[in-house]
């Protein structure tokens, strides 16, 4: 069984891969390169260049079990939509939707399956029973790419 860290080291390590969580979690800046996640072997490397103590992926996983953190999946944290915008559309749809329903006119659903550009989220560690975040960096509405579709009822 490898030996544990010591506390300074294990804190080290918590607080470096806490800062990689809330920053993979925070809107991307333009221009900025996205910072690599934390994995066990950066994490090795992170350990010997700080503290000039070497040991192996498996003593890293265990001091990072020990303070709460478990290897998962991404998921996406999407960009919030506006409110007043959704509100104002919502009205606006409303008796289109009742009239087409009282079959007053004929309703024409164009429906567009937008392609996601963000690449695969990957794995990344987080604090154990939380989801992990990161922020879509996929392009705005106008960078985007769709499919679309039309239904004629």
């Known amino acids: 069984m490898a030996a544990p860290l010591c506390p300074d080291i294990a804190a080290a390590l918590g607080e470096q891969v806490g800062t990689a969580q809330r920053q993979a979690a925070s809107p991307p800046v333009d221009g ?10 950066r994490l090795v490397g992170f350990v010997q260049a700080q503290f000039g103590r070497r040991c192996c992926r498996e003593t890293i ?6 303070l709460k953190l478990s290897w998962k999946k991404a998921r996406k944290l999407l960009g ?19 009239g087409a329903r009282d079959e007053r006119h004929h309703l024409v659903d164009l429906d567009e399956a937008p392609i996601h550009q ?36």
């Open 32 to 41: 900025a390169d996205i910072k690599p996640r934390w994995t066990l072997q």
């Open 61 to 66: 996983r265990r001091a990072l079990h020990r």
């Open 80 to 98: 919030r939509a506006k409110p007043d915008q959704r509100e104002a559309f919502v009205a606006e749809i409303g008796p289109l939707l009742d």
């Open 118 to 153: 963000d690449v695969d989220l990957g794995y990344g560690w987080g604090e154990r029973g939380k989801r992990f975040h990161l922020a879509s960096s996929s392009p705005g509405l106008k960078a985007k790419v769709s499919f679309y579709g039309l239904y004629v009822g």
